[in-house]
């Protein structure tokens, strides 16, 4: 693995974990999440499952590429990084993929899916006006407990054929961080 | 910078600006002077439309096939951060100030 630094992320002085490599396992996660999400379609799994790995997928995703600029610690624990990082790694493996860049519709609507994404975990509820997530049951406008796997997430189409641009981004990003 | 990392910065921005209409402005980020460069391209991203909250950098791997034999990092801003920004001439990240250097412009091509 390159040693990008060998930058402590805690103390600053000790041989802890590298940042790059904290990355490639968060790149390594976020395939194992997209795998995950494969086994749960095929067996028929309630949306709201498929929907949560989709959005561990790409929470790691994003975290793998602003870890080793910014540090393990300035990104570990935080959630709402998928709608603004997400666009920025689509336009750049686009531009690297010659001949096969994405389409101006499909870089909006990665840019539409990504705020989606974000706003499934339960952390990132836009100042509790978007409670609605696919991990925990919550209280709706009307004051009725909402359970993810009962609701059927209508702005959110999975089956559109930009899911699969946007797993196959998933996929060319986290496996930029696996291989280092 | 020396020219050979510019011109693979140059690269870099051309590909983006392809791939992005409402890419506004690309900046080349410099170490200030008394700081080591490393082996990294960082640019700056002006996109009309972009919803970053933060000036984090989002980093890449080297892609020597497609002439980019260096690491990469963007830090997307949106346009009406930019006068501010410049007017502080740097941007930090992670503790470090990164001085906002020459702007790489739009080769007619990629337009």
Not at chain 1, 146 to 155: E, S
Not at chain 2, 19 to 27: G, I, M, S, T
Request: with cysteine; hydrophobic share 40%; charged share 25%.
């Amino acid at each position: 693995m390159e040693d990008w630094g060998r930058t402590c992320s805690g103390c600053g002085g000790c041989l802890m974990a590298t940042d790059a490599e904290w990355a490639s396992a968060f790149a390594a996660q976020a395939l194992s999440d997209l795998e995950a999400r494969e086994i749960l379609l095929d067996g028929g799994a309630d949306k709201c499952h498929r929907l949560h790995f989709f959005q561990m997928a790409a929470e790691k995703v994003c975290k793998a590429h602003l870890m080793t600029e910014n540090g393990y610690n300035a990104v570990r624990k935080a959630h709402s990084y998928v709608e603004t990082v997400l666009p920025v790694i689509a336009r750049h493996f686009s531009s690297m993929a010659q001949g096969s860049e994405y389409q101006t519709w499909q870089l909006k609507a990665i840019g539409k899916f990504a705020r989606d994404i974000e706003l499934l975990a339960p952390a990132c509820n836009e100042g509790e006006t978007r409670p609605d997530n696919s991990e925990y049951p919550w209280l709706d406008a009307a004051d009725v407990v909402q359970t993810p796997c009962r609701y059927k997430f209508g702005h959110i189409d999975d089956g559109e054929r930009v899911i699969v641009t946007i797993i196959q981004l998933l996929r060319t990003a986290a496996k930029e961080y696996v291989k280092q | 910078m020396p020219s050979q990392k510019m011109r693979v910065a140059h690269r870099l921005a051309q590909f983006h600006f392809k791939a992005e209409p409402n890419l506004q402005a690309v900046f080349v980020l410099e170490p200030n002077d008394n700081d080591v460069d490393d082996e990294t391209v960082r640019l700056l991203e002006v996109v009309d439309g972009s919803v970053a909250r933060d000036t984090f950098a989002i980093g890449f791997a080297p892609n020597p096939s497609a002439g980019i034999p260096y690491r990469s990092v963007v830090v997307e801003v949106s346009p009406h951060e930019l006068p501010e920004l410049r007017d502080r001439g740097f941007v930090k990240i992670r503790g470090r100030e990164w001085k906002i250097g020459e702007e790489l412009v739009r080769d007619a091509v990629a337009a």
